[in-house]
């Protein structure tokens, strides 16, 4: 596969942390360590209250604002929920979809993921697909497995020219906010067995565009040898992306 022709993808997910209050001094922080991310797409996924804050804090700094979930309705009586159409018009353009803590915490299902990622495509928003294994399942040597069958319940009706397009995240539950960062071999293996089963589900050039993402307690110190991975084109940050340190993962190549 052609590194050349995928822009590196780095995504910070703070989950529930941060007020908005928080956020703008986060992002002066920021500004002070961190120049205008240009060589890769930068973004970091925020609470809901805070996206419109976040949008205008970030500017500057080129960081888009990402979701951390949406809903596959358009509106109605859904209490609680958010649709897309709030997301799009609160400036976002990316949207986590499956997070191991929405599956785990919220029920979520490959279903609902699919439901998800379909109705993010139609709004726009470019979905950040989140697969991953359990400890139990990487023991048992049924990861691989697994993580194909997450993928292709998430891109059902897709068409290739969507999928190309969206960013997946393989993210090992194990590793998820563990300081157990899986190792670059590991994390290349599963990355690369994604690629190849989009090429199965589409084509060559599907699985040549598409970005995959490692997360998992990465950090400014993992950030670079992971990313230089053939199939790892960038990362999907939780705890580290809290703090200005996330300047130096975004900073991995400088
Ligand atoms: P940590 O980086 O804190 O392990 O979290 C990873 C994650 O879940 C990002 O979505």
């Known amino acids: 596969m ?10 910070g997910n703070w989950k529930m942390n941060m007020t908005a209050t928080e956020t703008k001094k986060f992002a002066e922080e920021l500004k002070k360590i961190m120049p205008r991310a240009k060589w890769c797409d930068t973004l970091i996924c925020v609470p809901a209250c805070n ?5 205008k804090a970030f500017k500057d700094l080129r960081i888009s604002v990402g979701a951390e ?11 609680g929920e958010i649709s897309p159409a709030m997301l799009v018009d609160a400036g976002v353009k990316y949207v986590v979809i499956g997070h191991s803590e929405r ?17 993010a495509f139609e709004y726009g928003i470019t979905p950040i697909v989140c697969c991953g ?9 049924i990861t691989i497995d697994w993580i194909r ?3 292709k319940i998430a891109f059902l009706n897709v068409p ?15 590793a998820i906010g563990t300081g157990k960062v899986a190792t670059t071999e590991q994390a290349q293996e599963v990355c690369g067995a994604i690629r190849a089963c989009i090429a199965e589900i589409y084509d060559e050039a599907t699985a040549e565009a598409i970005r995959i993402q490692y997360g998992g ?3 400014a110190g993992s950030a670079p040898e992971l990313f230089a991975q053939p199939d790892i084109d960038g990362g999907l940050v939780g705890g580290a992306s809290l703090k200005p340190d996330f300047g130096k993962i975004v900073c991995y190549n400088k």
């Open 2 to 11: 052609n590194r050349r022709y995928r822009k590196t993808v780095i995504a």
């Open 51 to 55: 996206i419109q804050t976040a949008a």
């Open 69 to 79: 979930n949406v809903y596959f309705e358009e509106k109605g009586a859904y209490t």
């Open 103 to 119: 599956r785990e915490y919220f029920a979520e299902s490959d279903e609902t993921v699919n439901k998800k990622v379909l109705k």
């Open 133 to 141: 294994e359990s400890l139990t399942q990487r023991e048992q040597g």
């Open 149 to 151: 069958q997450q993928i």
């Open 160 to 174: 290739a020219d969507k999928a190309a397009e969206a960013v997946i995240a393989y993210e090992p539950i194990w």
């Open 217 to 219: 307690s990465v950090s």
